[in-house]
């Protein structure tokens, strides 16, 4: 009688819900997308290499533009280039993957999934020979072996691994916008980081203050420069504070960081949000 109750409190709880949302709007993720931090973990095959110095972040900075971010937490060396087939013309940057290699692959092998974030592109060899290709740091390529064999790990070359997508966890720590070095008053440029959940952005988009001369209070959609880098060429003077809002690529979520960009706002300064996806 008990489960029979129980059953027939959820079946009520989806209808009230469901005559909530037909009377007024409601916030949830649109059903084409998915969320990755309920999604089933789903493994897919790739070939794996690392570059870089053995226990280093394969490279100062990489494709993506974070710069010398990748070797401090929370990326923590912990990151790799990606061949074409997921760099997807930067489009991937940020996003986060578990990476693994079994004993049957090598024996020193651990089995045991590394996260690791996309912050680097891998333009030749094995990268673009295979359909999926995760050209690693060195630390990361060692995170995969058995604790105290990771130089012998390091000595297999081309390796077979299994990856999946999953979201990105830092520990909850708030988006950052570091500015672009070119960025003055009429062009705004910026890196984002540390989006939790999806990791990857779909749409950028920026609202500055209303000028003396202007009415407009509107959002004013960035390109993707390159990379991580989002950019507006607004042709005129932008008037901050600034206020930017993303939009989630797989979730479809959408975060408001407000008045992020201050006045006074300077090239190649870095501003922390309030804000995150998890």
Known sequence: MALFAISHLVIL??????LVCF????????????????SATHWSSAGATWYGSPDGAGSDGGSCGYGNAVSQAPFSSLVTGIGPSLYKSGKECGACYQ???????????????????ITDFCPGGPCVSQSAHFDLSGTAFGSMAIPGHEHKLRDAGVLQIRYARVACDYSRKNIVFHIDQGSNPEYFAVVIEFEEGDGDLAKVELKETKSSTSTTDQWRKMQQSWGAVWKLDAGSELHPPFSIRLTSQYSDQILVAKNVIPTGWQPGATYRSLVNYI
């Open 99 to 117: 990476v693994k290699c079994t004993k049957k692959v090598h024996p020193m092998c651990s089995g045991k999934g590394v996260r690791v974030v």
């Open 23 to 38: 009377t007024s709007p409601c916030f949830s993720f649109k059903a084409k997308h998915f969320n990755l931090t309920t």
């Open 13 to 18: 709880s989806h209808i009230l819900i469901a």
